[in-house]
């Protein structure tokens, strides 16, 4: 017999849904309006503001530098979580207890005061480039969701298996890398999109890290905003919307969510 929903559970489901997406909704309609300010409901249709956002130079130029930095960083993130997180689960006997926590200290300690850190010993103490000096800060943000993600992955994982490769003669890197990466790589997909998303959307790091000539795509978004007020700041969060909506969408038709929860 079919359970009866009660409707006080449904109009709670969707004051929830309408929590979390009526900002999404308010966006895409403010990007889509025809007016010469940010309006909603929409003033007249129009795809001007998103032609607009490609025409302005600086949003091109950091566009490509938020993807190569989230993509650089996602990527130096997880040569550093890999082996930390194979390292706290193949010896977690070994290891001292609080070692794990080290690696959640970037998410711990908050944004600001780690921006301002790290402008203080690596941009100005280490004189470093803004450019590595931003991608150290990303890969530093985003080093705990690796560390975690693929720590789960490996909570799961049977060493036997590993230990059975090794003593048939395969060299233990070999064995790590065709026996134990493969059956991790969901965890690690699932990382390297969490990770990449954070990065691309960081704004608390990055704005201290910036400098002239070199910046992310939502500081310019705020620049831009501070004197401008049209529909192209809408229009761009709408696109930065559709990579994570498409990103999702990928990993859902190569992989499949319930193959990443495992």
Request: proline share 6%; net charge positive.
């Amino acid at each position: 017999m079919r359970r009866r929903i009660h409707p006080a559970l449904v109009g709670f489901a969707a004051l929830v849904f309408l929590f979390l997406l009526g900002p999404l909704v308010i966006i895409l309609g403010a990007s889509l309006s025809n007016t010469t300010y940010l309006a909603f409901p929409p003033e007249g249709l129009t795809l001007r503001w998103f032609e607009n956002a490609f025409e302005i130079s600086a949003f091109r130029r950091t566009m490509v530098t938020s993807f190569s930095l989230a993509t650089l960083g996602t990527l130096l993130s997880l040569a550093i979580g890999i082996p930390a997180a194979y390292a706290m689960a193949r010896y977690r006997w070994h290891l001292p207890r609080f070692l794990g926590n080290v690696f959640v200290l970037p998410v711990l300690v908050p944004e600001i005061v780690l921006g301002f850190a790290l402008m203080k010993s690596v941009a100005t103490g280490l004189d470093t480039p803004i450019y590595t000096t931003l991608l150290v800060g990303h890969a530093l943000l985003v080093l705990p969701y690796c560390v975690r993600v693929v720590g789960a992955s490996l909570a799961q994982f049977d060493f036997s298996v590993e230990e059975a490769a090794v003593s048939l003669g395969c060299p233990r890197w070999r064995a790590f890398f065709t026996v134990v990466l493969p059956n991790i790589r969901g965890g690690v997909i699932a990382a390297f999109v969490l990770a990449f998303i954070t990065s691309l959307n960081d704004v608390s790091i990055s704005i201290f890290l910036t400098g002239p000539g070199v910046s992310t795509l939502p500081i310019q978004l705020l620049a831009h905003m501070e004197q401008f007020f049209d529909p192209t700041i809408a229009s761009v969060s709408v696109l930065l919307m559709f990579v994570t909506v498409v990103v999702m969408a990928l990993v859902e038709r190569t992989l499949g969510l319930t193959f990443l929860a495992r």
